[in-house]
């Protein structure tokens, strides 16, 4: 696991609507199984996208930096 994978896994909440846009071959049941585990992620892409491991992980890195905003922002929040 990565650090993108990490802030990922801690925001997802707040990045689901940015990732269905993001990632749109994405099914209504692969968000939730993405709910049920973050983890799953990865291997979602894989199956989706028909890409390796290393290309899934940089994909949500892509993802990730893309919508960093969103994730300072749910922090903000967190701690107020």
Do not use: C
């Not at 990632?23 to 892409?45: A, G, H, K, V």
């Amino acid at each position: 696991m990565n650090a993108a994978t990490d802030l990922f896994q801690g925001k997802w909440p707040h990045l689901r609507l940015e990732a269905m846009q993001f990632f749109s071959e994405l099914t209504d049941d692969d968000l939730i199984e993405i709910d049920r585990d973050t983890e799953n992620i990865i291997p979602i892409l894989q199956r989706r996208y028909r890409i390796s491991e290393d290309m899934a992980h940089a994909e949500l890195d892509r993802f990730v930096g893309a919508f960093s905003y969103v994730m300072d922002g749910a922090e903000e929040k967190s701690a107020t």
